[in-house]
């Protein structure tokens, strides 16, 4: 114990903090998204079906939710599990920079299997939301006359007699989600190289004789 090297750990402090906040965006955007169009809970993996092609009233859309939202509840989840994760370890790592003897090493070597952890459940995640979204996008967009641009539909449908809404936002709210998720599992990556990396530096730390 006590090979702090104190710039990387600041730096994981700082990558902590960024799971947290992009962490943070996602479960935000997927859980609003799950609320914004009626009858449809788990928006990715909603059926959209055009009753009259292109439609011309708000009517004419028929919105299927999935049989479950386990795929939306499995991305809130892990964000959930995720972001708790960093924040403790953040915490740890804070009051390692300033008590290092609290610096344990079998910490930092579960470190590096667990962040390595984290990143297979934000691909999941990422892979998850990207193929609903993209699914979705194409459903929505499949009325005749759409430029295939997903914000132009949601404009267009939002457009329509007897919508619900003056204006949607499922969108930018399950881009950003989508996004947002790959970022974090390349923070979480980024955090596995650095793990190793401090781990090394510390041990070169700790071997260096001490001057009488």
Same mark, same amino acid.
């Given at each position: 114990?006590?090979? #702090?090297?104190?710039?990387? &750990?600041?730096?994981? #402090? +700082? ?9 943070? &965006?996602?479960?935000?955007? #997927? @859980? ?10 788990? @928006? ?6 055009? /009753? ?51 610096? +344990? ?11 390595? @952890?984290? &990143? ?8 998850? +939301? ?8 194409? /459903? +929505? ?35 950003? &989600? ?27 730390? /700790? ?6």
């Amino acid at each position: 114990m006590g090979g #702090v090297v104190k710039p990387l &750990a600041g730096m994981e #402090v +700082l990558l902590l903090l960024a799971v947290v906040g992009v962490g943070l &965006a996602v479960f935000l955007t #997927v @859980l609003q998204s799950m609320t914004e169009v009626p009858n449809a809970a788990c @928006l990715p993996y909603t059926e959209v079906t055009f /009753q009259r092609d292109p439609p011309v009233a708000w009517g004419n859309i028929t919105f299927k939710p999935p049989g479950d939202n386990a795929k939306c509840d499995f991305c809130l989840a892990t964000q959930v599990i995720s972001l708790c994760f960093a924040l403790v370890c953040a915490l740890y790592r804070g009051v390692t920079i300033c008590v290092e003897k609290l610096d +344990l090493k079998l910490v930092r070597i579960l470190s590096i299997p667990l962040y390595l @952890l984290s &990143a297979a459940f934000a691909l999941i995640e990422s892979a998850v +939301l990207q193929v609903g979204f993209n699914n979705f996008c194409s /459903q +929505l967009t499949s009325y005749a006359g759409s430029d295939k641009k997903c914000e132009t539909a949601e404009k267009f449908i939002a457009g329509l007699p007897d919508c619900p809404e003056s204006e949607f936002y499922f969108v930018g709210k399950l881009s950003i &989600a989508t996004r947002a998720s790959w970022i974090s599992m390349g923070f979480w990556l980024l955090l596995t190289i650095l793990t190793i990396v401090s781990f090394v530096a510390s041990r070169k730390k /700790q071997s260096v004789p001490v001057k009488s």
